[in-house]
Every structure is written in C-alpha cells, then in structure tokens.
C-alpha cells in the first residue's frame, strides 16, 4: 500500500517544541518534493514547509521562519518537521505530501501533490 504516515502530533505548551515525522510506505521518498501542510478549524489548508529532493531548496511559511525546520532522511524514506517556541496559532492538523514534479514553492503554495498523509494533531495550550 502506497502511503504516507505522520506521527508526533500531541499537547504542548507555548514555547514548547514537537518534532513531527512522516514515513512513506510502499514507495521511495527519494525522487519526490516533500512538504509539510496544517489546517487550523474554519481555515483553509496552507503549506508550512517544503524540501527538494536532495534538501537544496526549501520553502517556509513566513509566519514559522526561524521556528520551524523541515528535514528528510531519504535512507530512513522519512521526512521531519521540527517545531520550536511554538504558539496558539500553530495549533493545526498536520500533513506531509509528496509530489515528483513540482518545485518547493509550487508544492507550498500550489499544492497538487501525488500522496497525502492523514495528518497528526498538534494543539498548543496552556
């Protein structure tokens, strides 16, 4: 089965960090652009992080600049976000995607890719 698994999703205060994770399976991670999506209640989907295939191009949301990086571990057919000094606003379900033909702003800002996970919840709260 062709999938993408997130995991990492949980409670954390503001100004805490999670690292989030998403695993492929059933297929190689490493001829595609990976990203990262939230969607926070009442808003639409919209793109927080995307990598290129060998990690030299990144895209991030301005609002999680400086906060939040992505990362991939093609051996491990994984990809990773890293949250720090999180806030209320970052509370979201979060997705990873990935697509063979599109570059990382088109993936964030676009996105149309080949595979989505079922996304992990991430909430912050006090």
């Known amino acids: 089965q062709l999938q993408l698994v997130e995991s990492g999703g949980d409670l954390v205060q503001p100004g805490g960090s999670l690292r989030l994770s998403c695993a492929a399976s059933?297929?190689?991670?490493?001829?595609?652009?990976v990203g990262w999506f939230r969607q926070a209640p009442g808003k639409e989907r919209e793109g927080v992080s995307c990598?290129?295939?060998?990690?030299?191009?990144?895209y991030y949301l301005d609002s999680v600049k400086g906060r939040f990086t992505g990362s991939r571990d093609n051996a491990k057919n994984t990809v990773y976000l890293q949250m720090n000094s999180l806030n209320v606003e970052d509370t979201a379900v979060y997705y990873c995607?990935?697509?063979?033909?599109?570059?990382?702003?088109?993936?964030?800002?676009?996105?149309?890719?080949?595979?989505w996970g079922q996304g992990t919840q991430v909430t912050v709260s006090s």
């Open positions: 995607a990935a697509t063979r033909f599109a570059t990382v702003t088109t993936l964030c800002r676009f996105p149309q890719p080949d595979y």
């Open positions: 059933g297929f190689s991670l490493d001829d595609y652009v």
């Open positions: 990598i290129s295939i060998r990690s030299l191009n990144t």
